[in-house]
């Protein structure tokens, strides 16, 4: 998807929803289409299309995957109600012509790439710049045994670097965000991963990766620190 592509398309969003509210018609668009490619246009032409069948759409999309974002799907509900069904189906015709010469993926990651989705720079949420990670993985020369950790994954940008290289890879990853830990989820699905894991939590007060009372070992880890994050107590840092 090309940059015209996607400003047409973000020009066709605007004013219908915050600008904040895109990642989540994006992703679930993406999401939707990676899994049957003739949903969408099924569902325009169906002639009683509303927002909430679009919103089954992603639900059904994501159970056929054996994916669980639930928090993503309460946020992406609460947009397509801004959105109104005028808007999306406007959209919706538009991205079928795009699909035509885009993948899902590439859809998807055009988006995260083009657009500031930091979203106020609130904790969890930060995304790294594609560079930065490219240049923090080249040092660290990951072998293809190692497991790997992003305990502050946000939208998976370090993730989806790795798995770029090597969607087999062994990989887990961790956000304090619920629906941000679910797009990394997306994100990594959409680009073919076998072995990848994500979830929600704080990992400075409930780290994901525990076996029988022990924090897990992990060959490599790597996070851009979550400095968004407010009020920390000192505390935490003792336990």
Not at 63 to 80: A, C, G, V
Request: glycine fraction near 8%; aromatic fraction near 10%; hydrophobic fraction near 40%.
């Amino acid at each position: 998807m090309d940059k015209k592509q996607l400003w047409i398309g973000s020009d066709k969003l605007r004013g219908a929803m915050p600008m904040s509210g895109y990642i989540f018609i994006f992703a679930g668009i993406a999401l939707v289409q990676f899994q049957d490619e003739t949903k969408i246009q099924n569902l325009l032409q169906s002639g009683n299309f509303t927002v909430d069948k679009f919103s089954e759409a992603v639900t059904e999309a994501a159970h056929n995957l054996n994916t669980e974002i639930p928090n993503f799907q309460i946020e992406l509900d609460k947009n397509l109600n801004i959105m109104g069904v005028n808007a999306l189906q406007n959209f919706l015709f538009y991205v079928l012509d795009v699909f035509k010469t885009t993948t899902p993926q590439d859809f998807l990651e055009s988006f995260v790439k083009a657009i500031d989705i930091n979203l106020g720079r609130k904790g969890g949420s930060h995304t790294t710049p594609e560079y930065i990670n490219e240049l923090g993985l080249n040092i660290l020369d990951i072998s293809k045994d190692e497991t790997f950790l992003d305990p502050s994954c946000g939208y998976g940008n370090a993730i989806l670097s790795i798995l770029n290289r090597n969607p087999n890879r062994k990989i887990f990853g961790q956000d304090i965000n619920p629906w941000v830990s679910e797009v990394a989820k997306i994100r990594a699905l959409l680009a073919g991963a076998t072995q990848a894991v994500i979830k929600a939590g704080d990992v400075l007060t409930n780290p994901q990766y525990v076996e029988k009372g022990t924090l897990t070992k992990f060959d490599v880890v790597y996070s851009d620190a979550p400095m968004g994050l407010r009020n920390l107590d000192s505390d935490i840092y003792e336990k």
